[in-house]
């Protein structure tokens, strides 16, 4: 039984408007979850976390949202540039353990 | 070089091969990672090693057996593998074990097992 799941494989929006990214777990036990970009022939790259004792943390053009009781987190990206294009992965911790989701693509346009 | 670097990047082995993949990171990180990303799959973590002692085996065949043999350096040594066990094997590194810490990845050895 998969944890975590990002329920949408891909994702395509033009550039300047907002892409969201969503992300699903059941394990109310994960107490901090990450969001990770990855471009072909290269590995994941960190973007942005969250503690599980808050609801938003922003950095720049990324905002990660964490909605505990719909077991719910989503990234906002805005605007949305053609360099976004990538895979994006979440991943959820609990008890030091990491485990991803699928994956989403999202495909910028300009 | 900076980063996390594996090799080799793309590799071709038969079922009755032994063969090893390499990770360095020039980081200065205490812990690192292999992780296996079959197709449509999610990212599974394989092993874990902080301050080069092994802390996390996820019911891993032991056909995978990793070696550190200092904190720069992490290998995967391949043994008898099965066709599906090809996919792309990522390295990372943190700072420490820590799961607050960021993850820096390599770029991955993708592996095709004939």
């Known amino acids: 039984d998969q944890q975590v799941k990002q329920n949408s494989p891909s994702l395509s929006v033009q550039e300047g408007r907002i892409s969201i990214l969503n992300c699903d777990y059941t394990?109310?036990?994960?107490?901090?979850f990450l969001w990770y970009k990855k471009y072909p022939a290269e590995g994941p790259t960190f973007l942005i976390s969250?503690?599980?004792?808050?609801d938003k943390n922003e950095d720049g053009r990324f905002t990660v949202f964490l909605n505990k009781s719909a077991k719910h987190l989503s990234l906002h990206i805005v605007p949305s540039q053609p360099g976004d294009s990538a895979v994006y992965f979440c991943?959820?911790?609990?008890?030091?353990?990491?485990?991803f989701g699928d994956g989403t693509t999202l495909t910028v346009k300009p | 070089e900076t980063g996390v670097t594996q090799t080799p990047r793309h590799l071709v082995m038969g079922m009755t091969n032994k063969k090893s993949l390499k990770c360095e990171q020039h980081l200065g990180h205490n812990a690192m990672y292999w992780y296996k990303q079959s197709a449509k799959k999610p990212l599974e973590l394989m092993f874990v090693y902080n301050f080069k002692e092994q802390t996390e085996n996820n019911s891993v065949p032991s056909r995978f057996s990793p070696e550190c043999p200092n904190s720069s350096h992490l290998f995967l040594h391949l043994h008898t593998l099965q066709p599906e066990d090809s996919a792309l094997y990522l390295c990372?590194?943190?700072?420490?074990?820590?799961?607050?810490?960021?993850?820096?990845f390599g770029p991955g050895t993708r592996l095709t097992v004939l």
């Open positions: 969250i503690s599980s004792i808050k």
């Open positions: 990372a590194s943190s700072q420490t074990r820590d799961p607050q810490n960021e993850q820096f």
């Open positions: 394990n109310s036990m994960f107490d901090y």
């Open positions: 991943a959820a911790v609990n008890a030091g353990k990491s485990t």
